[in-house]
Every structure is written in structure tokens, then in C-alpha cells.
């Protein structure tokens, strides 16, 4: 699995893709049309010193994706079997 990190100028996204040997794309943002609205991000390996990428992010405003691997996993909560009485008549 890999880290990915968002930036919105292609310049800070190029200067921490070199600085960890990331490697270089151009997001997109579900609903957004224009492309020019789209941000770049760097796909890292989760190799990747994070006390490293951490200042990297804060210096060029970035930011990494949440992984759904790294959400935790709830159950749903459990369906009632029975309709729920409001009033005994």
C-alpha cells in the first residue's frame, strides 16, 4: 500500500516527489470539472520516513489522504425485529 499526498501547486508537489522519490500525479476530485481545479499528488512508499513527510506537508501546505485500510472497522448497528411502540393502547 502506498501514501498518497495532495498538494495544489505542481511546484511543492515536484520538491517532495524529489525529496522522498515519490512519484508524481494529477488528482481529481469527485465533482470537479475543470481540470485546473484538479491537485497534484505524490504516491509514496509506506517506506516513507513520516516525521519527514510531516514537515515536508506542513512546509509546501499538503496534505495526506486518510487510507481505508487505516479507518477502523464498525460494525453497523443491529435492525430492530419488531416495529417500536410509541403509546400502549
Known amino acids: 500500500m502506498e501514501l ?3 498538494f495544489f501547486e505542481r511546484d511543492d508537489a515536484e520538491q517532495v516527489a524529489a525529496a522522498l522519490n515519490g512519484e508524481l500525479r494529477r488528482g481529481h476530485f469527485q ?3 475543470d481540470d485546473e481545479d484538479h491537485p497534484w499528488t ?3 512508499p509506506t517506506t516513507t ?3 519527514v513527510l510531516d514537515d515536508l506537508l506542513t512546509q509546501h501546505e499538503g496534505w495526506l489522504e486518510p ?3 487505516d479507518q477502523p472497522q464498525v460494525a453497523p448497528p ?3 425485529t419488531a416495529p417500536k411502540r410509541l403509546k400502549n393502547s
Do not use: K
Request: net charge negative; proline share 6%.
Open 42 to 44: 505524490v504516491l509514496l
Open 49 to 51: 520516513d513520516l516525521a
Open 78 to 80: 443491529e435492525l430492530p
Open 31 to 33: 465533482g470537479e470539472d
Open 67 to 69: 487510507e481505508a485500510a
Open 4 to 6: 498518497t499526498a495532495y
